[in-house]
Structure formats: structure tokens, C-alpha cells
């Protein structure tokens, strides 16, 4: 009964999502209904719960470190929920916290999805103002005024004349130099680009009419974004700022202006285990996992306890029951229905190819051997057409179809654009497909990735991977990585491989994997999952919850933030499943 509901929500959903017009109307509906309330922690209680020991701690912390939550959008629930509870930790362990929000005058920002606009040209005639501005700014303003958290807007640390020049610029600098453009020594360009390219759920703007006018948008956005922070962390002499992500457009700005204000920086993003989060120090998580020293888990003591917790969590995410983040629906695991489903030979040796989504990888993932994910893809592609001695099975990421903002330049269509007919011995698997991508791995002699974290768990159960771009797993001790075209090329030559991952180098696997998923993906014990959005609410009735000494999740993060310790948090939770 309950999967006969669930397909007849889709099915709605997908005619819905026929009439854009209308489907824009009710996505702003259901955000105006979440802003009266329901998306937020009901402050005014809770806190009303514990009022007398709320206003000691409220008072003494105004004498100890500055703390700014700087994400700048009130109507991100899902940072809203995290960060307005992070507010009433901070000041419960003492320290003085503000918060920073736009105040309806950026023209441009992350909570621009095409989702909320009946098409590109609204946005790109009107931005924000006219559909999400209204629900953003005031509901998130009022949710830490009733914390008694100071809120700073960007319009008080503007000028007119701040407000003529970013406008001014963002409309005449020519269309050439916005990407490579530097303000300040701030990649302001760079940073525009990134926060179009979002908005459109493309690799890039060379096909969309509207995609210069966007662009100007997250321009004048960036530019107003980089003239207003200096001035707040100037002059209220900050500790630290913390805020979600730490890229796009206002986020990655704010991130580039607080190092150079010799601010301390800390990025946050939900993790895919339940109830965890994933906290680093200077920069967001998707660069600083790759900087990341493996001395820091390398001499880990491996234990049989640890083995066996990460082993039974790799296999539970087959299904995705321990986590709630995952794009898989009900996967299929029969490996004879996969090799038919998809028309392979099982005589011939199978290489699997995983992809990322596409302006998702443009991104996160700086280029390594490829200038990008499509380059390296069409070169894998004509390459395998000269080996017919190998089939190559290309596995296209769920989330250009699932993810938050889905996709705008399919894999497959780019595919066909550059091979009408694919060689006969590639296979696209495509991004709605049941087929389960752990067992179809399984299947293969070796899997090449470009940037997903696929390839943490892939060398966690023996099976060879191939790094062509910036991957987390990339210089683990664990996986073949190309630094070049030219030695990509001459990886792929050596394939297939003629066996499995050698006993010690699985378990260097697996105890990165444990590092990764049981002490970088910190446990918070006060959350509950939602069944939509945001995916998690506040789930406690006091601040006991946020005490210290009661959750050691939090108490990591808090010691985190407060003084610079490292964001690692040992936990080896019970799992469900199999």
C-alpha cells in the first residue's frame, strides 16, 4: 500500500513538473507555508523551557569569543535548523554569537534554484526579489531575534555609491574578463561563474540565451558581497565565522574575505549518515578531504570492532537504510538481470566508468588529467572504441535526476551529441536505472571515477580504481590516479587487471573509509528526520540537548569552532540492516 502511494506521489509529480508555471507556484507556496514557522525550531519555547538559565549564559557570553554565522540565507532551512541550534550552543559554552543575512539586496544567490521560477528569463529579468525574497530574510531574521542573537544585514555595511559601482561593473565589464576577474585579490569572477552555472544545473553557459544576463547577476551579487564583509569583520573584530558549504555566491566570497581578514573559517554540510555532519577547518569540506594528511588515519590501531562496523556500513549503503542521504530507490542487486539489463558478454572483461553530475563536478572537483569530467569522458569513450577486447559500462551518476538541483545537461545527451552510435562495446546505464552500481562494480575488472566518493567505498571491497579527476580517495595509497592525459592513456592500456586489491591495501581502504564515514561525519543526537524538507528538524524541548557534556558529537564541533581543534569525532553507532 505504502509503495502503491509513494508511485502514484511521483507520478503527480511528474505531471506537475510539465507545466513549469505551475509547478514554480506551488514550490513557492509550500516555502511561504515553511517560513511561517514549520521549517524553523520554535525558539520562543525551548528556550522558554529554560528561560532563567538561557538569560545567565545569554549575559556572561557577551564577553567571550566572537562568533559569526555567516551563511547569509534564512530561508535554507536546512542550514536554518543546524545553525540557529549551533547560535545556543555557542553561547552556552560562551562565546558571543551574531548572525549575517541579505536583506533582499544580492541579485543573485544560492537559494536561486530554477525550481522557484516559472522560467530562466523571470529570473534573469527580475532575479530573487520578486518570488523568494519576502520568505527569506524577514522569517530568518525573526527566528534569531527570538534567540536574542544580533543579526547584521549586508545593507549595513553598504554604501550607495558601494550599491552604483557593483552595478555598474557587473554591467560593463566585458563578457571576457568576468571569469578571471579579481577584486581586492578576491576571485570575484570566478566565484559568479560557479553561482551561474548552479542556477542553470550546467558544465557551462555556451548554450543558454539567458546565461550572460545570470552571470552580470551573480556578478553584481559577488561584487556587493565583497565590499560589504570586510567591513562587518573589520569592525566587529571576529573569531571565527562559520557557515554552510563555503562555495557558491554569497558563501564562497564570505569564505575568500574572512581569510584575508585573518578571520578563522569553518564549513559545514550535512554528511550521509544519519543524524551526522561534516565539519572542516579553513575551506570547504570538497577541497579540504583532498589536502587532507593521511598521517591524520594511516596509524589508526585497527581493531576487529572498527573492521566490522565499517564493512557492515559499507553494505548497508547498498540499500541506504543508515543514511539519509542517498539516491538510489529500491535498487536491484541480481548480477545475471544486471548483465542482461544491459547486454554485456560475460566473457569479456568489464570496466566499470562512474560519472559525476556534470556542473556538480565542474565545481567541487578541480581538473587533473582532463581540463573536465565531458573531456574526460569522450576521450574514455573513443578510447575504449579501439579496445573490442574490453566493454566499457558507463554507470551515470542517480542525482542528475535526484540530487537538489537536477541536472540541465544530461551525460547521455552529451554522449550522443559527440556518438550517434555508441561503439558496441559501450553501455550506458542511465541515471533513473534500478541497477544497483555496487553489484554492477562487482561485476567489473576495475572502475575509472572522475571525482565521486564512490571510490572510498569501491577500494574498501577490493575492486580497482582507476582516479582521473580530483576524487577524496585520490594519493590514499589506494588507487591508480592519472595525472595527465597521457598517463591516463597509459593506465588504460595496462587493463584488464588480473586480480583484486592485495589484503593490505583493502585494509588501507577500509580505514580510510572508517576515517571518512565514522570520524569526519560527526553524530548529533538532536535531530529528527523529516519526511520532505528541510530533511532534519530540532528535536528537543529545552536546550539540555545542547549542553555541554551531553551530546560529545556537538561538544566536538563546538571545541571545533571555539578553539581550532580538529573536526574528528570517533563513533561506531549500531546499524540496522543485513
Known amino acids: 500500500m505504502s509503495r502503491n502511494l509513494d508511485q502514484l506521489k511521483a507520478n503527480a509529480v511528474k505531471i506537475i513538473k510539465r507545466f513549469p508555471y505551475l509547478d514554480s507556484r506551488l514550490q513557492l507556496a509550500r516555502r511561504k507555508i515553511l517560513s511561517t514557522g514549520e521549517g524553523y525550531p520554535d525558539w520562543q519555547s525551548i528556550l522558554g523551557n529554560s528561560q532563567g538559565q538561557w538569560q545567565a549564559a545569554f549575559t556572561a557570553a557577551k564577553q567571550g569569543k566572537k562568533v559569526l554565522i555567516a551563511t547569509s540565507i534564512g530561508s535554507h532551512l536546512a542550514a536554518m535548523q543546524m545553525e540557529t541550534a549551533l547560535a545556543v550552543a555557542l553561547t552556552l559554552r560562551g562565546a558571543d554569537v551574531h548572525a549575517l543575512l541579505c536583506d533582499e539586496l544580492l541579485p543573485g544567490c544560492q537559494m536561486c534554484e530554477p525550481r ?18 519576502r520568505d527569506c530574510y524577514r522569517p530568518g531574521r525573526r527566528v534569531y531575534e527570538d534567540i536574542g542573537i544580533k543579526v547584521h544585514a549586508y545593507s549595513d555595511s553598504l554604501t550607495e555609491e558601494d550599491k552604483r559601482y557593483a552595478g555598474k561593473l557587473a554591467a560593463e565589464l566585458p563578457l571576457d574578463e568576468i571569469e578571471g576577474f579579481v577584486l581586492h585579490g578576491l576571485k570575484i569572477g570566478e566565484h559568479a561563474k560557479a553561482g551561474a552555472l548552479r542556477f542553470f544545473a550546467r558544465a557551462t553557459l555556451d548554450e543558454e540565451p539567458l546565461g550572460e544576463q545570470v552571470l552580470r547577476r551573480y556578478l553584481e551579487a559577488a561584487v556587493l558581497t565583497a565590499l560589504s564583509i ?48 561534516i565539519f572542516s577547518h579553513g575551506d570547504t569540506y570538497h577541497h579540504t578531504l583532498m589536502d587532507e594528511q593521511v ?32 539516491f538510489h530507490e529500491n535498487p536491484y542487486f541480481e ?6 539489463d544491459i547486454g554485456c558478454d560475460p566473457a569479456r572483461p568489464i570496466i566499470g566508468l562512474l560519472t559525476n553530475v556534470m556542473w556538480d563536478a565542474q565545481l567541487h572537483y578541480p581538473a587533473n588529467a582532463f581540463p573536465n569530467m565531458l573531456e574526460w569522458l569522450l576521450s574514455t569513450v573513443r578510447y575504449f572504441e579501439k579496445r573490442p577486447d574490453l566493454q566499457l559500462v558507463i554507470r551515470v551518476h542517480p542525482a542528475e535526476i535526484r540530487g537538489s538541483v537536477p541536472t540541465r545537461q544530461p551525460v547521455a545527451e552529451e554522449l550522443k551529441k559527440h556518438f550517434p552510435q555508441l561503439p558496441a562495446n559501450v553501455f550506458v546505464v542511465p541515471p533513473d536505472s534500478n541497477i544497483s552500481t555496487y553489484v554492477l562494480s562487482e561485476l567489473c575488472n576495475s572502475v575509472i571515477i572522475y571525482g565521486t566518493k564512490t571510490g572510498v567505498e569501491l577500494t574498501s571491497v577490493g575492486i580497482p580504481v582507476i582516479v582521473a579527476g580530483e576524487a577524496w580517495i585520490r594519493n590514499k595509497g589506494v588507487t591508480t590516479d592519472a595525472d595527465s592525459e597521457s598517463a591516463y592513456r597509459g593506465i588504460l592500456d595496462m587493463l584488464p587487471v588480473g586480480s583484486r586489491l592485495p589484503p593490505e591495501i583493502v585494509q588501507r581502504a577500509r580505514k580510510y573509509a572508517y576515517h571518512f564515514f565514522f570520524r569526519r561525519m560527526i553524530p548529533v543526537g538532536f535531530f529528527e528526520k523529516g519526511p520532505g524538507w528541510p530533511p532534519y528538524k530540532f528535536g528537543c ?18 571545541e571545533g569552532i571555539l578553539n581550532g581543534a580538529p573536526f574528528i569525532h570517533d563513533s561506531a553507532p549500531v546499524l540496522t540492516g543485513r
Open 116 to 133: 522557484f521560477f516559472p522560467s530562466s528569463k523571470r529570473f534573469a529579468d527580475y532575479g530573487p526579489t520578486k518570488d523568494l525574497c
Open 230 to 277: 570586510p567591513k562587518l569583520l573589520r569592525s566587529e573584530k571576529y573569531d571565527v565565522a562559520v557557515f554552510h558549504h563555503g562555495i557558491y555566491v554569497p558563501q564562497g566570497i564570505i569564505g575568500e574575505v574572512a581569510r584575508q581578514e585573518g578571520v578563522r573559517v569553518v564549513n559545514w554540510n550535512p554528511a550521509y549518515r544519519k543524524n551526522c555532519f
Open 295 to 326: 598521517s591524520v588515519w594511516e596509524d589508526m590501531e585497527w581493531t576487529p570492532e572498527r573492521e566490522k562496523t565499517i564493512t557492515g556500513y559499507l553494505r548497508s549503503r547498498w540499500e541506504g537504510e543508515n543514511d539519509w542521504i542517498r
Open 335 to 340: 548480477k545475471d538481470r544486471i548483465l542482461a
Open 541 to 558: 524541548t529545552s536546550t539540555e540537548c545542547l549542553e555541554e557534556r551531553v551530546d560529545s558529537g556537538l561538544d566536538c564541533i563546538c
